[in-house]
């Protein structure tokens, strides 16, 4: 077969998660498929993160606009390379085809009407959602295959497109061998001071996506550092100053600022050393479809509070706290239980060890190499 996969956003500098998902299906795929013949399709930009092998062709694509890259550029691509099958691995796929397409929906969040997700976030965040509302009904009527990353995201897309929960699959994502216990002195210093941490600190990755639950977390950090002798810092990062003093102020607690210290984008060869480094790892979403960080900083070896809604109690298990994501007083007793009890910390962390290695990536390309056979 001539598989084409695309992977536009593989090559940008900063990734986030449905990148890191495609890049790892490609390489764990040429690791274990050495029988097809696969074109990867990447719009040209800065980190050339993937290299040609016997049987896979990496394509730089260009294209000003996702839409027009993926509507136009992409389908006539498929066509020229004579392509058997196309998997689109975010969401959204070419509506015109010839070929089977298997697409990767990885959350419907953009469909709810769910009053969280209509405020907050930025345009750019705002725009995606509207043309994920166009494309995504009209991909998975057309797909062959619709591969989704938990149980609770398959019943939630089930309920939206009953007709086609026949074709729906969950296939759960994995996690990097990098992501393990960092110990040598020396890289952790060398990350200290890059990102200018502080010797103990709370970790949060938060932004200004409404699901993210960044609002509730200041709550809850706010009452944490309220009722704390000697409260830890809390490390944000991705979140700009200007974004997080406007949201102390609306939630009434500005001089919060003091206990917060904010980074920029962190690359993800720099996140083991920095899970390693905290004392405790804040992941407590409004709605997750699957919540990679959990498994990461579980494999880190650093406790995790998460929620007890959408995939997360799937995904975490008993290797996580679970509190409703709701209520920030859940949060802050949460922190204040796991920062005060050193047993407890060190059961979360063998617990989460345990749990995080029930999922790899292997599995995840083995799983998608079933589907393309199928097909």
Known sequence: MKIAIEGQRLFRKKKH???FVALELVKNLQHIDLKNEYYVFVKPDEDKCLEDSSNFHIIELPGKTYPYWEQAALSKAVKKYGCDLLHCTSNTAPVNLDIPLVVTVHDIIYLESVSIFKK????????GNLYRRWNVPRVIKNAKY???VSKFEKSTIDRRFPDYAYKIVPVYNGVSEHFKPVTDKEILAKIRKKYNLPEEF???LGNTDPKKNTRNVLKAFA???NQSLAPLPLVLIDFGKDNLLKMLREIGAPALIEHIRISGYISNTDLPAIYSLSSLFLYPSLRESFGIPLLEGMRCGVPVISSNTSSMP??????????DPYHPEQISDAMSEILSNHTLRKEMTQKGFERAAAFSWENMAKQVLELYKNI
């Open 202 to 204: 709370i970790f949060f």
């Open 17 to 19: 998660g449905m990148d």
């Open 314 to 323: 799937e995904i975490g298990g008993d290797g996580a706290m679970l509190i």
């Open 223 to 225: 009452t944490y550092v």
């Open 146 to 148: 619709v591969i989704t």
């Open 120 to 127: 907050g976030g930025t345009a750019y965040q705002k725009f």
